[in-house]
């Protein structure tokens, strides 16, 4: 099992911004430092607490001190973005990153995003796949493009000037283009399979119920073998909330306690899922009322807490209970206190993926070495 990171970063309201970039840059750092395969980040443009407002700047300005992981968008909120825009920032980024890109796309989860940009009461589903298949278009063509749909059109045709390179839209490093993950929130999503079929891979995101992850893999399967894509584990990610310290005490006051930044994530979150009527997403039982979820039952059901030892049993066992996802991506939070949240990535590298692996089957923990 490989150790990846994955952060739509919660800050509190009143925490200075830059402060909170600095701190979400650092993680990024460390992670690297540490051996994790790759990183993701969210962006939003209407969140006082979600407070990345572009995931292409954010990487743009991390890639430098980055050695060895590989980097994500994740997501670019397809909906909210202009397909030319999407293709040109992404294909330079992709340069600037020496190929070490994956491009995470999703409909957008925030509704006063989709507010501000016009699209709240439009089928963004519909949206989200004509913007994802127009800037595959534009890298699979050349100029004028010509590409025709409902929300956008593209062409050059009329200012086009080959001779001094104008009317040229970038195309990326890798050829044809950057691996493509798609995040996954909901139970028994459709959105697997046809992502599966279309060569790309899912993110199962940290604040789904395990029950309904579980979901998402027999979905990938039945995608790829539609098309008859080979059938690998590998490219299955789930992101988890994982809080790792010394000792019990601190990791449970750390991940759960009043001042706790795992429970401020988790209050934000089912705030908004119940505001946006997808509280669904908590619920074990879907004929619950919004009212029976609870804050304290949320962080029962998605937080591992404890020491390495602990924290190791529990991945095993959420492995065990949704299928044999290949990556593990660790869920940021804020740096509350950057010296636990640190030590808690430190022992995630250092001792908990270690235990993890040397249990795993042999052969799975061969194949991850191969790669």
């Keep these: 099992m490989k150790l990846g990171f994955f952060t739509m970063p919660i800050h509190r309201l009143e925490k200075d911004w830059r402060l909170s970039l600095k701190e979400d840059r650092e993680a990024f750092i460390l992670a690297d430092e540490l051996g994790f395969s790759e990183a993701y980040v969210g962006e939003h443009v209407t969140d006082k607490a979600e407070n990345i407002t572009s ?21 670019i909120n397809m909906p909210n973005s202009h397909p030319a825009a999407v293709a040109s920032q992404i294909a330079m980024l992709d ?64 200012m086009m ?13 890798q050829l044809p283009h950057p691996p493509i993950v798609v995040t996954v929130v909901a139970p028994f999503s459709k959105g697997v399979a046809e992502a599966a ?3 790309w ?27 008859g894509r080979p059938v690998s584990s590998d490219n299955w990610r ?24 795992y429970r401020y994530y988790y209050s934000q979150l089912l705030t908004k899922m119940k505001i946006g009527g997808r509280a669904n997403l908590f619920k074990a039982d879907q004929s619950m009322a919004d009212d029976a979820v609870t804050l304290e039952g949320v962080l029962d059901d998605l937080v591992i807490w404890g020491t390495p030892d602990k924290v190791a049993d529990e991945i ?23 010296a636990l949240a640190r030590r808690s990535m430190v022992l995630m590298a250092e001792q908990v993926m270690p235990r993890v692996n040397a249990a795993l089957p042999k052969k799975t923990v061969k194949a991850a070495a191969a790669e």
């Design 55 to 75: 995931s292409v700047a954010f990487l743009s300005w991390v890639g430098s001190a980055i050695k060895q992981m590989r980097l994500g968008t994740g997501t």
């Design 95 to 158: 340069h600037m990153l020496d190929g070490r890109l994956n491009f995470g796309i999703s409909p957008g989860g925030l509704l006063s995003d989709a507010e501000v940009f016009g699209n709240l009461d439009a089928n963004r589903a519909e949206m989200f796949v004509e913007c994802i298949d127009t800037v595959l278009k534009i890298w699979d063509s050349e100029p004028p493009y010509e590409i025709v749909g409902k929300y956008w059109t593209i062409s050059t045709k009329r």
């Design 161 to 173: 000037l080959p001779d001094i390179g104008q009317g040229f839209v970038p195309k990326p490093l």
């Design 197 to 199: 079929a279309r060569g």
């Design 201 to 227: 891979d899912p993110i199962s995101a940290n604040f789904l119920l395990p029950k309904w992850a579980a979901t998402h893999w027999p979905s990938y399967v039945e995608g790829c073998q539609r098309v």
């Design 238 to 261: 789930v992101a988890k909330s994982i809080c790792v310290a010394d000792d019990l005490a601190t990791a449970r006051d750390y991940a759960l306690g009043p001042q706790s930044p």
């Design 316 to 338: 095993l066992a959420f492995q065990a209970q949704i299928g044999p996802f290949g990556t593990l991506l660790y869920a940021g939070k804020d740096w509350d206190d950057p």
